[in-house]
Nanobody, 115 residues
Framework: QVQLVESGGGLVQGGGSLRLSCAAS????????MGWYRQAPGKQREWVAT???????NYEDSVKGRFTISRDNAKNTVYLQMNSLKPEDTAVYYC?????????WGQGTQVTVSS
């Protein structure tokens, strides 16, 4: 069973930065797809960023140029560096892994951006 534990959320002023971490209970060296999603109050969960096993990355349009997904294989950890944060980035952020046909989620970490 794969366990994912997010951390790094918090309250930040608009324009500020946060780095989210997702620590995995397994080696991430060859994970098919690793990503981040978010869910704002009253809204559906939405995709934010993805990194595939080859290292390619993709981002949702509203975060391009501001967010960066990265990995540290030695620490089995995936990161989401978030810069130039905006109030509309306020949400619970979830780490997600896809391994074959299986999908794994973390418990989420709250990010609140004040105006």
């Amino acid at each position: 069973q794969v366990q994912l534990v997010e951390s790094g959320g918090g309250l930040v002023q608009g324009g500020g930065s946060l780095r989210l971490s997702c620590a995995a209970s397994v080696s991430i060296f060859s994970i098919d797809t690793m990503g981040w999603y978010r869910q704002a109050p009253g809204k559906q969960r939405e995709w934010v960023a993805t990194m595939i096993s080859g290292g390619s990355t993709n981002y949702e349009d509203s975060v391009k140029g501001r967010f960066t997904i990265s990995r540290d294989n030695a620490k089995n950890t995936v990161y989401l560096q978030m810069n130039s944060l905006k109030p509309e980035d306020t949400a619970v952020y979830y780490c997600h892994f896809r391994i074959g046909f299986h999908s794994y989620w973390g418990q989420g970490t709250q990010v609140t951006v004040s105006s």
